[in-house]
Nanobody, 125 residues
C-alpha cells in the first residue's frame, strides 16, 4: 500500500528557507514512483511546482520556483525532499506530495495518486 507522509512547513520571513520532506512507506514505493510536489491556495487549483523521476535523474520545476526550489531523492531515508530557498509571500500555500501514476513521469494533478496530507507554508514580507 502506498502511503506518503509529509513533514516540514511553517511560518517564515521573506528570504528564508524551508525544507519539506515526503516520506514513502517502503523502499519499494520509493523506487517505484516518480513524485511531484504541489501547492494550493484557497479557491485555486492544485499546481505542480516540482517533480522528480523514479531514478532522480530528471527533474522539473515550474517557472515560479525555478532557481529557488530544489527537489531531490534521499535513498537512505526513502524520502523526496523539496528545499525551498529565498521564499517569497507568493509561495504561501498548502503543499502536498503525490505519486505519479500517468504515462510519463510528471504531469497535471489528475495524473497523480496517493496524495500526502497537506502542510501549510506561510511567508511574511
Amino acid at each position: 500500500q502506498v502511503h506518503l507522509v509529509l513533514s516540514g512547513g511553517g511560518s517564515v520571513q521573506a528570504g528564508d528557507s524551508l525544507t519539506l520532506s515526503c516520506a514513502t512507506s517502503s523502499e519499494r514505493t520509493f523506487s517505484a514512483y516518480a513524485i511531484g510536489w504541489f501547492r494550493q491556495t484557497p479557491g485555486k487549483e492544485r499546481d505542480l511546482v516540482a517533480a522528480i523521476s523514479w531514478s532522480g535523474g530528471r527533474t522539473y520545476y515550474s517557472d515560479s520556483v525555478k532557481g529557488r526550489f530544489t527537489i531531490s531523492r534521499d535513498s537512505s531515508k526513502y524520502t523526496i525532499d523539496l528545499r525551498m530557498n529565498n521564499l517569497q509571500p507568493e509561495d504561501t500555500a498548502t503543499y502536498f506530495c503525490a505519486a505519479y501514476t500517468g504515462p510519463s513521469w510528471y504531469g497535471g494533478a489528475d495524473q497523480y495518486s496517493h496524495w500526502s496530507q497537506g502542510t501549510q507554508v506561510t511567508v511574511s514580507s
